[in-house]
Each structure stands twice: as C-alpha cells, then as structure tokens.
C-alpha cells in the first residue's frame, strides 16, 4: 500500500511543478507577468515625471531646453535616425536653461538625457 501511495505521489508531482510555471495553482508565470508590468510602470512613470518638468522647444538654429529644480541632468546628447551622435553637452555649468546649437536637415531627431542618477531618458524631436 505505501508503494501504491509513494508511486502515485511521484506521478503526481511534475504536474504540480509544471502548473506552477505555466500560470496554474502556483502563478509562476503570472507572477512574473505581474512584475514585468509593475517595472515597466515604473519606468513610465519615472518618464513621465522628468518630461513634466522640462521643455524643449526646437527653433530655427537652435534647440532650447528648459527644467525645473526637480530635474537634475548630467548631460545632453543629439542624436540623429541612424544613432549617430551629433552633439553632447554637459549641463553642469548651466542652471535650468540651456541653448544649443543646431544646423542640420530637416528631420526627425532624438534629445537624449542623462539624469545625475545614471538614468537615461529620450524624447524625439522634428527638426
């Protein structure tokens, strides 16, 4: 009887295992599901944040970006559809404004930021 019993016990146990990682009485993948989500929220909203507090406003020759005390940037760089990097400039010497000049064709662009807090954020702009 105990062999009848440890036999069926041992048949049984992959199928607990596997439901576990496959969303069922244990919720593995919706678990990590789950979490995927609550990341990916996160760093939206992180995004979210930053960009409440900055402008960029594109000119003819000149892109100006604008921020707020809570934002606090390292560095800027342009880059253009291909990754190639137009233009880097380190804010440290600016307070909350900075010009930067910009001739190139007409286009689509990406302004990236680098947050003092090793976080990066990118915003396209039409040039």
Do not use: C, H
């Not at 146990?13 to 993948?29: E, N």
């Not at 137009?86 to 010497?93: G, P």
């Amino acid at each position: 009887m105990k062999s009848v019993i440890l036999f069926i016990f041992l048949m049984l146990l992959p199928f607990s295992i596997y439901a576990q990682f496959t969303g069922g009485d244990g919720g593995g993948s919706a678990k990590a599901e789950i979490r995927k989500q609550t990341v990916l929220s996160l760093e939206e909203e992180q995004k979210k944040a930053f960009f409440e507090n900055l402008k960029v406003i594109t000119q003819k020759d000149i892109v100006y970006i604008k921020w707020n005390d809570k934002v606090k940037i390292e560095y800027i760089e342009i880059i253009d559809v291909l990754g190639k990097k137009l233009n880097t400039v380190y804010v440290s010497d600016f307070k909350n404004e900075i010009k930067i000049p910009f001739i190139e064709t007409k286009g689509v662009y990406f302004i990236r930021f680098k947050s003092n807090k090793e976080q990066f954020f990118t915003k396209k702009m039409a040039y």
